[in-house]
């Protein structure tokens, strides 16, 4: 369980798609970032665009904010230095990182074929398919919220009539008080 949530915490939300860096599998495959590359430009026909595309700079920037948000989790050394490390000057980064889907990180069993990647890519899967669950529970509580806020909706409007009816029976209440309390005028018995 405990390299599951660690493996949650590899998965970034990015175009719309749960994505692992190449960096972060080549780091659990315990190979080199290079190798994992070369591996999938020798067999890219196997990753069409949604099981694996290349990161724009932005979406890099975005990664980073994520990585600091998330202070709660343990950053190791590698992905601190790649978040603070530059593309283009120092010695950083010469190319933009490759990112990869559920499906990517499937396809990437058939290629790697080591015992460690073997193991990493069920825990993987395993990752993937418990943050589905926790994902689903979360859409599941905001459709009951929303209904609630529905419903609560509908009961402030019958509130809202209630009380407006309540505030009519005061004020002809009110008058008609005021209209029996009259000082009277004219001819007296």
């Keep these: 369980m405990e390299i599951i949530q660690s493996l949650q915490n590899r998965i970034y939300e990015i175009r ?31 990753f069409p665009l949604d099981f694996m595309f290349q ?10 904010i994520q ?3 998330n202070k709660n989790h343990e950053i190791d050394n590698l992905r601190l230095q790649f978040a603070t490390s530059s593309f283009t ?15 990517g990180v499937a396809m990437l ?13 069920i825990a993987i899967m395993r990752a993937f398919v418990e943050l589905r669950k926790v994902l689903l529970i979360k859409s599941d509580f905001k459709l009951q919220l929303d209904e ?12 809202s009539q209630i009380y407006d009816a309540i505030e009519n ?5 009110s008058a008609k008080t005021k209209w029996d309390n009259r000082s009277k005028i004219g001819f007296n018995k």
């Excluded at 029976?169 to 209440?173: C, H, N, Q, Y």
């Design 148 to 159: 609630i806020k529905e419903r609560l909706g509908g009961h402030d409007v019958q509130l």
């Design 89 to 103: 000057e120092w010695g950083g980064n010469r190319y933009l990182p490759n990112v990869f889907t559920e499906q």
């Design 109 to 121: 069993s058939g290629i790697i074929n080591s015992d460690k990647a073997i193991q990493m890519n």
């Design 169 to 173: 029976i005061i004020d002809s209440t």
């Design 16 to 46: 719309g798609l749960r994505v692992i860096l190449d960096k972060d599998l080549a780091l659990l495959y315990e190979t080199e970032t290079k190798f994992l590359n070369l591996s999938v430009k020798r067999n890219i026909k196997r």
């Design 67 to 69: 990585q600091v948000v």
């Design 55 to 64: 990161l724009t700079k932005e979406e890099v920037d975005s990664i980073q």
